[in-house]
């Protein structure tokens, strides 16, 4: 009898452990799978007329902000950033968390907004070494939405959805 509970309790305390690390192991992966990502809203600085210059701010789709500053030449190669996934390779493994984090409200929002986003954006290209500020969407697919541009290049997605991600992103990428 008293072996039976020992059995017991022993089948249970492993399955909790088990069931525990399964959790703990997801939300790891989540954050180092960008695969598992629903979105990201990037605010990117570029800049190669003098050396080169690359910083910025990530949101991720549970709200946490990431940022970089990044003047390395080769780990701009290393990680190919001019592609999605090196760039989510780059800022997984070099971009720092932010103690900020966007709130529930401003999150609810941006999920409803990036559900029904619409690529819309003319780019004018007026200027020339003074670098380009992008904020742009990720979507689960991997495609990349532009919402507006500023510098060498110059655009704005002026659609309500992308119009109501600025508002909401601008402040928390100050």
Known sequence: MKTDKITKIIVISAFIAFMSIIIAQSFIQKRNDNNQI???ILNTYSNYAWGMTFNGSVIYDDGTIYTWNETSQNKINQYNIGTVKGLK????NEATKSNKKVNE???NNLKKHIGTLKDDIKINYPGADQGTTTISVITENNEEIVLKKTGDSV?????????AILEIVEKYFK
């Not at 390779?89 to 997984?92: D, R, W």
């Not at 655009?155 to 119009?163: A, I, L, V």
Request: proline content about 0%; charged content about 30%.
């Open 155 to 163: 655009g704005e997605n002026k659609t309500y959805d992308s119009q």
């Open 89 to 92: 390779e780059y800022i997984v």
């Open 38 to 40: 629903k979105f990201m």
């Open 105 to 107: 409200n401003d999150l």
